[in-house]
């Protein structure tokens, strides 16, 4: 039985383990590993079975079979010698087993090797054999045990499940290879794993058959059976997205129960009277998700909801119609946007809207404002002004908001568009400018169950999953660059007889504003030269103020340019109804949602609509082999043929999330999870794509814990308190426990 006293022997530091030593420690220290708990958890990145024991003449009949794989023979060394050739050395030892003889050569660390190889001794040999030109089996560089150094311990480097680890150059400058750090964390986990102290609930390792959690870890180091390691991965996954959860379950717990804020109701005929100036009617899915937001909004705990819709699916006005319902109440509502343009826009159309309503009913007098960067500093200091004293009613803006010098009067409704570009700590800064205003963050890029389990699980989540009505679905074609004349004759034809504007978009050469501007201009030159010098043509990129971009934006929409050559700055939001093709090169080099975001920047009029995907030829050719089977492609294929997948799905699909979920199985949660926006840890273990069944349990688990001790008081609940702390401070910063 171990004395808890001694469970802090694991933090002391690694230089104490044997071979360590203060300088190796602190070559340890640069990635992380300071304690022995450390390098106990330092796992390894894979595993090689060298359990097949087999004899040297077996292995000449498998290498006659075509045989591949990596075997194990324990042989007594015969004879040892070093050869010279061609200003090079090498060492070949024979060795002999009841089988018959072989050999294994080293071109490195010739005169080490040649010490530790002495007639007589007997070896367990690993390694992948060949035959050479004279028949004979050889091994190159094996892996090996003197089998003599300690019968007890058994083979550390063959005859078992052998772990490789990632070794980073600091400790390679320090001498420490794949054999010297297998035996230094061996030594570790041998005296000193026993004294880990379980990390989960006991009733949760016994309800889900977990391994206890010193099994686990010395399972994941050397496992006795492929079976046993399995069992110790599943319990870190587990773990890990248990302890995820319980973050999420905080959070949700702590928003909804510790803060009380405003019961915003409607109250007046704002709302009725301004649906009727409204052109269209709400889809059902609109009116449902009002219905949800409002009694959200009618409560006095504060509203923290999520609302995704594809693109074009009508999330702005709702999200308007919302901002009304907190300004019929006397309170200031906010929508930030991530790009100037985009907040820009949204201040146009509400405003005009507005203006729309303010002639009609007077007394309502609803101002709007902008607030962006780029603004002369006189308007920037009147609108601060107005918002500071209530003057104005509705502010829409950017990061700009989040500055210090930015007062509300009575903020009541915090509205976050395209979320997903705004980290939590920026919403949590906006969210304290005013009393626990509610919020709702919105995204046109649909967020697969997953992912809304896990980073957006403490909100409430609204869909909009249904498309405005007359709304023609986009084509979506992909073509070879060979075909652009064809595509370039198809923009001028469609416009000298529909009147189409196109889109012709290209990506960024490189992280370079400079190249952005100059691949660009080079583009629009060359299309105005040659193939579209019938139409005329405007130009968009990164390099352009806020001020330059509107102009080009407003032109465009006034119909003062038939093809808008643009950069990606187009992705986000800018509608322009008449604006029916987009043609989008190198797609290849786009990432999946954003070509779902550029697709749908075209289609918002009633006209047919098409988005064309421009490749190399060769890709287009292998997407097309996907054409119907996307849905059963494995990891592997996935992973080889990334480019070919992408383009196919966006020609198959057009639902967001459709799109979304391959999306997530493209790019992995590593990408996407985005620890920094979300405020969680980053997964070492788990997987959120495949390992879904755990994630529910696991997430299960948490909530109704939390449920029943939302403040972990409960001595059951001790450990994960501390664990809690000591391992997830930074998380809970969003997630306190009281």
Not at 87 to 103: H, N, S
Not at 425 to 432: D, G, I, N, S, T
Not at 612 to 617: G, H, Q, R
Not at 644 to 663: C, N, P
């Amino acid at each position: 039985m171990i004395n808890k006293d001694e469970v802090y022997i694991l933090d002391n530091s690694v230089q104490f383990l044997k071979s360590i030593g203060p300088k190796r420690a602190q070559s340890f220290a640069k990635f992380g590993i300071k304690t022995i708990r450390d390098i106990m958890f330092y796992f390894p990145t894979r595993h090689l079975d060298r359990r097949t024991t087999i004899t040297s003449g077996k292995a000449y009949t498998y290498l006659l079979d075509g045989f591949e794989g990596e075997i194990t023979i324990l042989a007594s060394v015969v004879s040892k010698e070093i050869i010279k050739y061609s200003r090079r050395e090498l060492l070949k030892v024979q060795f002999r087993d009841a089988a018959g003889f072989f050999e294994c050569v080293w071109f490195q660390g010739i005169n080490y090797f040649y010490d530790v190889f002495n007639a007589g001794n007997i070896f367990a040999l690993s390694g992948k054999p060949a035959l050479t030109k004279y028949g004979n089996v050889q091994f190159v560089h094996p892996d090996y045990d003197r089998i003599s150094d300690d019968e007890s311990r058994g083979f550390l480097n063959t005859g078992k499940i052998i772990p490789f680890y990632k070794i980073p150059k600091e400790l390679r400058e320090t001498n420490i290879g794949d054999l010297s750090i297998r035996r230094i964390i061996a030594t570790a986990v041998q005296q000193y794993a026993d004294y880990l102290s379980e990390t989960l609930p006991v009733d949760l390792v016994h309800k889900y058959n977990l391994l206890n959690i010193v099994d686990s870890v010395k399972a994941m180091h050397f496992p006795d059976t492929k079976e046993l390691f399995d069992r110790a991965v599943y319990r870190f996954k587990f773990e890990e997205l248990f302890y995820l959860e319980m973050l999420v379950a905080l959070r949700k717990h702590n928003y909804k129960t510790k803060l009380i804020g405003n019961s915003l109701k409607v109250k007046t005929k704002l709302i009725g009277e301004f649906l009727k100036i409204l052109p269209f009617e709400l889809t059902k899915a609109q009116l449902r998700v009002l219905a949800e937001l409002r009694k959200d909004m009618e409560d006095e705990k504060p509203m923290n909801r999520l609302l995704q819709g594809d693109v074009g699916s009508g999330k702005t006005i709702v999200a308007l119609i919302a901002m009304l319902i907190a300004v019929d109440n006397g309170c200031q509502a906010v929508l930030m946007a991530p790009t100037e343009i985009l907040a820009d826009q949204h201040a146009k159309n509400i405003s005009a809207m507005m203006k729309m309503l303010n002639e009609k009913h007077p007394e309502f007098n609803i101002k709007t404002s902008l607030l962006i960067g780029g603004q002369k500093k006189s308007d920037k200091n009147k609108n601060l002004s107005a918002i500071e004293l209530q003057e104005t009613d509705i502010i829409i803006g950017t990061h700009a908001l989040f500055e210090e010098k930015v007062g509300f009067k009575n903020l009541g409704l915090v509205i976050v568009d395209e979320q997903h570009r705004f980290g939590v700590e920026q919403r949590a800064k906006l969210f304290a400018k005013g009393k626990t205003p509610d919020i709702l963050v919105m995204s046109a890029t649909p967020i697969p169950r997953t992912l809304s389990m896990t980073v957006y699980g403490d909100l409430d989540v609204s869909i909009i999953d249904e498309m405005p009505k007359n709304r023609i679905s986009i084509k979506t074609i992909l073509r070879g660059e060979g075909k652009l004349p064809d595509i370039y004759k198809f923009i001028v034809d469609k416009n000298k007889k529909r009147g189409c504007q196109s889109f012709i978009v290209y990506p960024l050469v490189e992280e370079s504003e400079k190249l952005e501007l100059k691949a660009a201009e080079t583009y629009f030159k060359e299309l105005q030269n040659t193939y579209l010098k019938q139409l005329r043509l405007g130009l968009l990129h990164g390099r352009m103020t806020w001020r330059e971009k509107e102009e080009v934006m407003l032109s465009f929409l006034d119909n003062k340019f038939d093809v808008l050559i643009a950069t990606t700055v187009i992705e986000v939001g800018i509608d322009i109804p008449n604006a029916n093709i987009i043609l989008i090169n190198d797609a290849h080099r786009f990432g999946l949602s954003q070509l779902h975001q550029l697709r749908g920047r075209v289609g918002r009029g009633t006209q047919q609509a098409y988005c064309i995907l421009v490749t190399k030829d060769e890709y287009a050719a292998a997407a097309a082999k996907y054409k119907n089977n996307l849905e059963y492609l494995s990891p592997a294929q996935i992973e080889k043929y990334k480019s070919s997948v992408r383009l196919q799905t966006m020609v198959q699909y057009f639902d967001g999330f459709k799109v979304a979920e391959i999306d997530l199985k493209l790019r992995g949660p590593g990408n996407i999870f985005g620890t920094e926006q979300s405020g969680f840890p980053e997964l070492k273990h788990a997987d959120i794509v495949t390992d879904t069944k755990i994630l529910i349990a696991a997430k299960e688990e948490a909530f109704n814990i939390i449920k029943q001790d939302p403040h972990l008081k409960d001595e059951k609940h001790s450990s994960l308190r501390i664990n809690l702390i000591k391992n997830y401070s930074k998380s809970l910063k969003y997630a306190k426990i009281a």
